[in-house]
């Protein structure tokens, strides 16, 4: 994994679990991601997602383990690792802009405010955010537009790695579809990093390069890195098109469907947990029947 931009070695969280005893969480768990990587997390509630990120974060601190972003092992909070909690998190005394320089200031101690203002105003008009309405309060603004901000935010400090929790969770279908797009443009523009949770399954297709996909708890683990083979850019129209949309969206359902239970629970015994790399590619021209029949097992599985 030396080439590797983030490296997840040996990753165990064992928790007190309330009643004397302990909870792992997960243990042994190592993965990677490169460079430029968009990769969302799937796994069913309570499996440890946001124990992950607030580790990778350098909020909290594993049992054993360690992280690595550019061969540096991450430890306490830094500004080259942004974050978007589920709760958007915006500063409610201060306006959506302020909100935005706020982190700016501190990231470029030595630009002038008139250039720190232009940088907030350039994100957050990449989110749709223009006019007037940036100089409202949090409260004064819908949902929507406040998660809107808060992905400016992250954005604008050009952080090497963006960390999402579930960050269109609160939001209405049409409203996330939006948001999704601009994320992308935005990811695009910027080649940064990603690293993001969530719990829908077509959300996750639709932004991913790949997608990890993890057993229920306890001793979780990174079971799956599923490759999206699906070329960029991509919209959710013409996506559900593609020969390899539904192979993919199947296998994702039924492993969170059976597979994630099946595979719980199990000690690592020790041993390295790394996940296995599926690639599904309907268009190659090595598709062969047995890829067809496993296929056809898994829509009958998902019907
Ligand atoms: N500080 C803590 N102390 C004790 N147990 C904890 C702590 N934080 C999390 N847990 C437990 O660890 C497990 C994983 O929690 P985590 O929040 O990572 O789950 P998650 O996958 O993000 O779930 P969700 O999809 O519901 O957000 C849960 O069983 C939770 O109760
Ligand atoms: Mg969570």
Request: charged content about 25%; some cysteine.
């Amino acid at each position: 994994m030396s080439n590797t931009f983030l490296s997840i070695e040996r990753l165990t969280q064992i928790f007190p679990d309330g009643a004397g005893g302990t909870l792992t969480v997960f243990e042994n768990a190592s993965f990677g991601i490169e460079k430029g990587e968009f990769v969302c997390i799937l796994g069913h509630s309570g499996c440890g997602k946001s124990t992950i990120m607030n580790i990778l974060a350098g909020l909290a601190e594993p049992t054993s383990g360690v992280v690595k972003m550019d061969g540096f092992e991450v430890s306490g909070p830094s500004l080259d690792r942004g974050v978007v909690f589920q709760n958007y998190s915006l500063l409610p005394w201060l306006s959506a802009l302020k909100n935005v320089t706020f982190g700016i200031k501190a990231r470029h101690p030595d630009w002038s405010k008139d250039r720190v203002e232009a940088h907030a105003r350039e994100f957050l008009a990449k989110v749709g955010l223009e006019g007037e309405v940036v100089h409202r309060k949090p409260s004064q603004l819908s949902g929507g537009m406040r998660q809107r901000v808060s992905i400016a935010r992250a954005f604008a400090n050009e952080p090497k790695l963006l960390l999402l929790d579930e960050p269109f969770g609160a939001l209405d279908a049409l409203t996330r579809g939006t948001i999704q797009e601009e994320l992308l443009k935005i990811w695009r523009g910027t080649n940064q990093t990603v690293f993001m949770i969530t719990h829908d399954i077509d959300e996750a297709i639709l932004l991913s390069d790949r997608i990890l996909l993890m057993t229920n708890g306890p001793h979780a683990r990174v079971a799956e890195s599923v490759d999206i083979t699906i070329p960029r850019p991509r919209n959710r129209t013409e996506i559900v098109e593609h020969p390899n949309y539904y192979a993919i969206r199947n296998h994702l359902v039924h492993f969170l469907g059976e597979r994630s239970k099946a595979l719980a629970g199990k000690a690592s015994g020790g041993e390295t947990q790394s996940p296995a790399t599926v690639r599904i590619d309907r268009t190659a021209p090595s598709a062969t029947e047995e890829d067809a029949e496993g296929e056809r097992r898994l829509r009958a599985v998902n019907d």
